[in-house]
T-cell receptor, first 113, second 111 residues
Framework: ETGVTQSPTHLIKTRGQQVTLRCSSQSGHNTVSWYQQALGQGPQFIFQYYREEENGRGNFPPRFSGLQFPNYSSELNVNALELDDSALYLC????????????FGSGTQLSVL | SQQGEEDPQALSIQEGENATMNCSYKTSINNLQWYRQNSGRGLVHLILIRSNEREKHSGRLRVTLDTSKKSSSLLITASRAADTASYFCATHREGNTPLVFGKGTRLSVIA
């Protein structure tokens, strides 16, 4: 167990809807990264938050947005869901923004119908 | 985009045998990390090797890094059925740049 918790574990949405995924980081960690993992693929970097500020973003459209709160927990919001958004969404926390060791949650499995 | 490419994509071995997975990457790096994932769940950090290191050990794991060839290998010795999982290499370039993962190797250890 890493101490990183994600909710919900599973979610089913229809195309066009909006979704919010949540992540509580490991105690003492001020950095949270979000990844999207399609079936059979490696995790793809969405963005990272460090002390409540976005600290890097991958090749994802603006309808993917996020927040980090003062307690370092985080949210990932996806608007106007598309079928290709179906994936496992992973949150990872780290002690600092240098990404030397990420602690992952168990993920949220999102299905878009 | 994915920086690392693991090879092979899938590997099946008998319990007690050694498993070797390779990773190639494209750009210069600060460090390279290996992670393990069981059945589509969260990833678990296994080991980190820095660009100025050539070999590192942790228990039954041995990692090598060849920066001239931009490649790394992960060796799991005396494999167990519980080692069955997907293994990913991830590269870190510098500073606050993100960790970039490869597509992974699916390892099956048959008892």
């Amino acid at each position: 167990e890493t101490g990183v918790t994600q909710s919900p574990t599973h979610l089913i949405k229809t195309r066009g809807q909006q979704v919010t995924l949540r992540c509580s980081s490991q105690s003492g960690h001020n950095t949270v990264s979000w990844y999207q993992q399609a079936l059979g693929q490696g995790p793809q970097f969405i963005f990272q938050y460090y002390r409540e500020e976005e600290n890097g973003r991958g090749n994802f459209p603006p309808r993917f947005s996020g927040l980090q709160f003062p307690n370092y927990s985080s949210e990932l919001n996806v608007n106007a869901l598309e079928l290709d958004d179906s994936a496992l969404y992973l949150c990872a926390s780290s002690l600092t923004g240098n990404n030397e060791k990420l602690f992952f949650g168990s993920g949220t499995q999102l299905s878009v119908l | 985009s994915q920086q690392g490419e693991e090879d092979p994509q899938a590997l099946s071995i008998q319990e007690g045998e050694n498993a070797t997975m390779n990773c190639s990457y494209k750009t210069s790096i600060n460090n390279l990390q290996w992670y393990r994932q069981n059945s589509g769940r969260g990833l678990v950090h296994l080991i980190l090797i820095r660009s100025n290191e050539r070999e590192k050990h942790s228990g039954r794991l041995r990692v090598t890094l060849d920066t001239s060839k931009k490649s790394s290998s992960l060796l799991i010795t005396a494999s167990r059925a519980a080692d069955t999982a997907s293994y990913f290499c991830a590269t870190h370039r510098e500073g606050n740049t993100p960790l970039v993962f490869g597509k992974g190797t699916r390892l099956s250890v048959i008892a």
